[in-house]
C-alpha cells in the first residue's frame, strides 16, 4: 500500500523552499525540478518508515529534506565536474624531473657556506640547528646572551 504523497500546498512549500536554498546558484528550472522530486521520494520513505515523522512537525521534516536534497545534488555536480576534468595518465605530458644534487654534493655545498665562519660560529650553529637546543640554552653554554645565538 503506497502512502499518498503530500497536498498540494506541502508541493507548493518544496517549490518554494528549493527555490530559496538554491537562489545564488546557476540552475535551470529543470534542476530544481529534479530537487523537488528528490525530496518527495524522501518523504515517501520518511512516511514509510513513520507516518506521522516520529512527532516531528510535517514543516520541519520538509525543510530538512529539501537542506539534504540541495546537499546531495551540488555533491553530485562537483563529483560529474570533478570526472570531467580527469585525464588519463598517458594523456599527461611527458616533463623531466629536475635533477636533485646528492647528499655529497649537499655536503659539500654546506661546507662551502661555513667555510668563513669560526670554529665557535661553526659549533654554535651544529647545537642550534643540528642537535635542536634553543637559543637560550646554546647561549647559556657558551656564556653569551641568547640574542646572539640567534
Not at 12 to 28: E, G, K, S
Amino acid at each position: 500500500m503506497l502512502v499518498p504523497l503530500t497536498q498540494v500546498s506541502d508541493l507548493t512549500l518544496i517549490r518554494r523552499l528549493v527555490r530559496r536554498r538554491t537562489a545564488v546558484m546557476r540552475l535551470q528550472p529543470v534542476d530544481r525540478e529534479d530537487i523537488v522530486s528528490a525530496v518527495l521520494e524522501r518523504l515517501v520513505i520518511a512516511r514509510r518508515r513513520s507516518p506521522d515523522f516520529g512527532g516531528a512537525p510535517e514543516a520541519a521534516v520538509i525543510a530538512q529534506n529539501v537542506d539534504w536534497a540541495v546537499t546531495d545534488f551540488c555533491r553530485a555536480q562537483m563529483r560529474r565536474a570533478a570526472r570531467e576534468h580527469l585525464t588519463e595518465p598517458e594523456q599527461l605530458p611527458e616533463t623531466a624531473l629536475p635533477s636533485l644534487p646528492t647528499p655529497a654534493e649537499q655536503g659539500e655545498a654546506v661546507c662551502m657556506l661555513l667555510g668563513p665562519l669560526t670554529a665557535r660560529e661553526r659549533q654554535i650553529l651544529f647545537e642550534r640547528y643540528v642537535l635542536g637546543f634553543p637559543a637560550g640554552e646554546v647561549a647559556d653554554r657558551r656564556g653569551m646572551q641568547a640574542g646572539a645565538v640567534k
